[in-house]
């Protein structure tokens, strides 16, 4: 039976993979013809989204020129990725809400929007066609496009001279641990903007918070009042099922504000209301950190080959679980110039209850390189893979780039 589940397994796969490269094909990127007059491919990202991250690791990963891809911002505290321009390229977030339990309501609040890559079809790129564009519109997608687009054996030729190392894995078993991995880090129980907004270790810490995400969901309120309102007075045109979204995000909103503007007060201080309120969010906030992270974290870091997600080489897995990690170190308190090792410890401090992960992975070093001056690690010392990871990532020059302003 094991046999037959693995099997089936690598059919589904196969096929996946088989669909996906036809699409790859229709959407080929702009770069085979002459640059004059063509349309380019265009991110629609946020400097701060954890997976806006991941696709922009990729396009340096892969030696995409500053040129061949326009990069537009969205700027997610002005909802601007529920405006009617953006619901038209990316209409992923239109989803009933009605019926999901109100965690995963607020959870959904910004996910599933940005990035999103906007494409140019093939057959559309001559100068004088009548250009069609296509939006990919989830992160897995989007850097699988990526890695495919500039590659040995794709049919795009773009004008960057930079190498494009493939990121997919090149065998079968390795596809399937890269599959488990990435799909672990994507669940809603590890969702990086719910560990985000459900951060909560102290009062103190709570009120610190709020003074960057209170004015973010009060800008988020204002956009979407105004959405409705311009719907209600006919200046803009929207389905009723716009304006059950705009309406639903809203309620959202306000929940959060709800929490947020009472985050100076202590307890003793509260309304019933209030109290209420911050009770349900201490409680989803330790169920997020203390129990669904602790279990994800324990698994990703046993799963994981070491130094990077399958082995000696980086591949699309360590494309999303660097900025993922990133997210997770800096509501810990990390920084971005800390080493793996410092990154691990605060992390496993925040989950709590004596968590440690093992240290039982070894790198290979040199006996003549002696100690590592920089990251202060005696070579062939055991450590946490998810240390060692962080330390490769952080020396790559894709991650400097991206966060060069430091972790979000």
């Known amino acids: 039976m094991r046999g037959a589940s693995i099997i089936w397994h690598y059919a589904r796969d196969l096929m996946t993979r088989l669909s996906n490269s036809i699409s790859f094909l229709l959407l080929t990127s702009t770069m085979s013809l002459p640059t004059a007059n063509i349309p380019k491919a265009v991110l629609y990202y946020n400097q701060k989204s954890v997976w806006s991250s991941s696709a922009l690791l990729a ?21 601007e990725n529920l405006s009617m321009s953006f619901l038209r390229i990316n209409p992923k977030g239109r989803y009933n809400l009605e019926s999901m339990d109100t965690i995963y309501r607020l959870c959904k609040l910004l996910e599933g929007t940005v990035p999103t890559l906007v494409v140019p079809l093939a ?36 004008i960057s001279s930079a190498p494009a190392p493939a990121l997919a894995p090149a065998t079968i078993v390795l596809s399937l641990a890269a599959s488990q991995l990435i799909d672990i ?32 969901f009060r ?65 989803i906030a330790h169920d997020l950190w203390n129990v669904k992270l602790r279990k994800a974290i324990t698994v990703l870091n046993k799963e994981m080959m070491g130094p990077f997600a399958l082995g000696d080489q980086i591949s699309i897995v360590d494309l999303h679980l660097g900025p993922w990690l990133a997210r997770i170190a800096a509501l810990c308190g990390g920084l971005a110039t800390d080493n793996g090792d410092v990154i691990i410890s605060k992390i496993e401090s925040r989950i709590g209850d004596r968590f440690a992960l093992p240290k039982d992975f070894q ?46």
């Open 59 to 79: 396009l340096e990963e892969k030696g995409y020129d500053e040129d061949e891809v326009e990069l537009r911002v969205v700027d997610l505290g002005k909802a």
């Open 123 to 158: 057959k559309t790129l001559a100068p004088d066609d009548d250009h069609r564009f296509k939006a990919v519109t989830d992160t897995k997608s989007i850097l699988e496009f990526l890695d495919k687009s500039r590659s040995a054996i794709s049919r795009t030729h773009t």
């Open 185 to 216: 880090l994507h669940t809603d129980d590890v969702n990086p903007n719910q560990l985000k907004y459900y951060n909560y270790t102290s009062q103190a810490a709570f009120a610190r918070t709020a003074e960057t995400l209170l004015p973010f």
């Open 219 to 283: 800008g988020r309120q204002e956009a979407l009042s105004s959405y409705i309102t311009s719907s209600q007075n006919a200046q803009i045109q929207a389905s009723e099922k716009t304006r059950k979204l705009w309406e639903s995000k809203k309620a959202d909103a306000d929940a959060f504000v709800a929490v947020y503007a009472a985050a100076d007060k202590d307890d003793s201080t509260l309304s019933p209301a209030e109290k209420a309120a911050r009770d349900q969010f201490r409680s």
């Open 363 to 408: 790198q290979i070093v040199a006996p003549e390189l002696g100690a590592d001056p920089f990251l202060q690690i005696t070579p062939g010392a055991k450590r946490v893979k998810l240390a060692v990871f962080w330390d490769e990532m952080k020396g790559r020059a894709s991650w400097m780039k991206v966060y060069r302003d430091g972790l979000h």
